[in-house]
């Protein structure tokens, strides 16, 4: 079978770094992940496309002679098609590099332990490595048994496992748009946040991201998009016609009070393996605003965001998803979408326009 062929996933590692690209080798070949070339800078990377077609490139942001930043549109115009994540550590410049990448063509970001030891011992960064990888090249490892503590291997299936049923639509007026989306999120965000200005709603927004990017996410958002936008703080009263990030690290989740809505942050258990996490954020609004709640589930591996969305339909509320054919990964729309819970299914360049008529505004 040819390397075209294959139904395996093949990934290119690059870092400047020796010994962190031998760490992420394993963890990668330790889940039956193909490594076809592990190089040291971005020049060799482009060198190394003249060989080897991976399905994904692991590129880290910082490196001599060619950076990440400057080889990511050379080797996206190199071979079409390719996914890149880009490795950075948790520094505010890093999280600014690798929004930016995000709009240079990167499908996602991976944030890096400082430290061999911290990555090798880091069990998180193996899974969330390993489910990236799997996710986004939409093949599957060698070996699908994994032995105990090994990184499970995840499917995210290409077609929906069940034909597509929508809900009808409610006819309650929108009191709060609720936003949630992880791999390909920022990028989809941008596009529907842009038709969103000047609405009376408070819009909630999930990304799954750590500290410091979810700062500066909401810094681009309002910068692109001219809608008023913060990261979240603990108890922060909620406004008309502003947008709220969740905080790194932290649920975000709306409550009501005696001077109005706020939203708090809280660091009860992750879920879905997240935090923040799409769930909570949708179980309070159907708590706060009952039948007001417009959800909305934008591209993400996982399932983040279907148990939410039962309770928002429960609660006479209404979910719009993006559709397969416009998502970076279809897991978390999908899996709301087959589960029944959705009202819209969308293209990505038809939810921002849906959500503001549904919304009210012209």
């Not at 999930?206 to 979240?232: K, S, Y």
């Not at 939203?263 to 935090?275: A, Y």
């Not at 979910?319 to 990505?348: C, F, K, N, Y």
Request: proline letters at 7%.
């Amino acid at each position: 079978m040819s390397a075209l062929e294959s139904n395996h996933a093949r990934v290119m590692v690059v870092d400047d770094s020796a010994v962190v690209r031998g760490l992420i080798v394993r963890m990668l070949e330790k889940a039956g992940i193909e490594v076809i070339a592990s190089v040291g800078d971005g020049q060799q990377a482009l060198r190394a496309l003249e060989r080897h077609r991976p399905d994904v490139i692991i590129l880290d942001i910082e490196m001599p002679v060619m950076d990440g930043l400057t080889a990511l549109p050379q080797l996206v115009a190199k071979q079409p098609g390719v996914r890149i994540i880009m490795a950075s550590t948790l520094t505010e410049k890093n999280a600014s590099i690798s929004l930016r990448a995000l709009q240079l063509g990167a499908a996602d970001y991976i944030p890096k332990p400082t430290a061999a030891r911290e990555i090798s011992g880091g069990q998180d960064f193996q899974r969330e490595l390993i489910d990236k990888v799997t996710a986004l090249s939409g093949k599957r490892g060698k070996t699908q048994t994994a032995a105990p503590g090994a990184a499970r291997v995840t499917m995210v299936p290409a077609k929906p496992v069940a034909p597509i049923t929508t809900r009808p639509e409610t006819s309650l007026p929108v009191r709060v748009i609720a936003i949630g989306s992880s791999t390909g999120g920022p990028q989809a965000l941008f596009e529907v946040l842009k038709h969103l200005t000047g609405l009376s709603q408070p819009i909630l927004i999930t990304q799954h991201m750590p500290p410091t990017f979810t700062r500066i996410l909401a810094t681009n958002i309002e910068r692109q998009t001219r809608l008023p936008t913060v990261e979240a703080t603990d108890n922060l009263r909620v406004e008309p016609g502003k947008a709220y990030v969740a905080a790194g690290d932290y649920h975000m989740v709306a409550e009501k009070n005696t001077s109005g809505v706020c939203v708090r942050l809280v660091q009860s258990p992750p879920e879905n393996f997240c935090r923040p996490a799409v769930d909570p954020m949708f179980r309070s609004v159907a708590s706060v605003y009952g039948g007001g709640v417009l959800g909305v589930i934008l591209t993400g591996m996982g399932h983040d965001g279907r148990e939410g969305a039962k309770v928002v339909t429960e609660n006479k509320g209404m979910i719009v998803a993006q559709d397969e054919q416009s998502s970076v990964v279809w897991g978390m729309p999908g899996a709301v979408v087959t589960a029944g819970l959705a009202s819209r299914v969308l293209p990505l360049s038809d939810i921002g326009a849906y959500v503001r008529r549904r919304a009210g505004g012209r």
